[in-house]
């Protein structure tokens, strides 16, 4: 065991310091000056000794508040341990390294359970609080930016559209009544056979999906399903959810960024890669097959339609219309049992 360990001494209530060294005799630690005058002394029970962190200098303080600070960390702990005291500071460091632990794992946790549920739940509540100005400028915004990116001007025939807004309101007269609106654009060769529902009400249908589709009854499910994404507020959830979660890491991460500002600009993204959530997808399913059998049509249509535009796009890498969505057979073969049910 060393005989003493150098430090720097500092003095009571003064800024003042000075090089110096400690020893520890009978129980006892002493702080000397180089002539060896004593500066500081007490019982090892009367002075607080820091926790030790890696190589991190560490206090002894002493009752008179002096204090002595050290890098010899090993030379200390066995003192401390010759004192009986190397233990218990042992002990302490372990319960604190638990304590830290078990905070930390509380903390992932809660942190996982709050965006899991807490933020969604949340969300709901909020986008059904939302004023009717709201959804109609964030409506107008998403459709105007996809406008300028991706579609172009329907080039579907005036008649077949009256047509197809026609069958809606025949097929679902209730919904007359409501704010939706039917639009039709042409989808090129970024977006192709798909439709979207906007959060005022709005909802899209590319030329390229009215040509996929192969009867009536699969366009009403297409819309069927759609509306769901409406009447749940869907895209809107999604918007706020993405929202919070970006201000979240914003929280924790610390990065400075137009937070809102961006999450704002991705509102069109959402609607341009069908970027629901699995949840939303199947709400949005069980909506449809509700609507579709009170109207005496076969929810097995919404199912053909998806198989429809699953061989349209594919599942390649560059078209991630599916990405988030359920697997089409599981949506399919859901679709199929909604037929069976009385």
Request: proline share 4%; net charge negative; hydrophobic share 40%.
């Amino acid at each position: 065991m060393k005989s003493e360990i150098g430090g720097k001494y500092q003095y009571p209530g003064s800024s003042r310091s000075s090089e110096a060294k400690m020893v520890f005799t009978e129980g006892e630690f002493r702080v000397l000056d180089e002539e060896g005058n004593q500066l500081a002394g007490a019982r090892s029970r009367e002075v607080k000794v820091s926790s030790r962190l890696g190589s991190v200098p560490r206090m002894v303080r002493f009752p008179d508040r002096s204090c002595f600070e050290t890098p010899d960390n090993d030379g200390l702990d066995e003192w401390l341990k010759a004192s009986g005291r190397g233990s218990a500071v042992l002990s302490v460091l372990e319960g604190k390294l638990r304590y830290a632990l078990v905070l930390g794992l509380a903390t992932i946790l809660l942190l996982w359970a709050f965006v899991a549920y807490g933020i969604p739940s949340l969300a709901k509540v909020a986008a059904h609080q939302l004023p009717r100005d709201f959804l109609d400028e964030a409506s107008d915004f998403t459709l105007e930016t996809l406008d300028d990116l991706v579609l172009e001007p329907s080039q579907l025939e005036e008649d077949r559209r009256k047509e197809i807004r026609s069958l809606v309101d025949a097929t679902f007269p209730w919904k007359a009544d409501s704010d939706y609106q039917l639009l039709f654009r042409r989808g090129g060769e970024d977006l192709g056979a798909n439709a979207f529902a906007l959060p005022n009400g709005v909802i899209v249908f590319t030329d390229e999906l009215v040509g996929l589709l192969e009867s009536d009854e699969e366009i009403l499910a297409v819309f069927a399903h759609e509306y769901g994404h409406v009447v749940e507020r869907h895209s809107l959830r999604q918007f706020l959810q993405d929202s919070a979660v970006t201000v979240l890491s914003f929280l924790i991460i610390g990065e400075a960024t137009d937070t809102l500002q961006e999450a704002l600009n991705a509102l069109p993204a959402i609607f341009l890669h069908g970027a629901y959530s699995r949840e939303f997808e199947t709400h949005a399913d069980d909506y449809a097959f509700r609507i579709l059998s009170e109207a005496g049509l076969s929810p097995k249509s919404l199912g053909d339609a998806l198989r429809r535009l699953e061989e349209e796009h594919g599942m390649g890498d560059d078209m991630q219309y599916f990405s988030t969505h359920p697997p089409t057979e599981e949506r399919i073969r859901r679709a199929n049992e909604a037929e069976r049910l009385p």
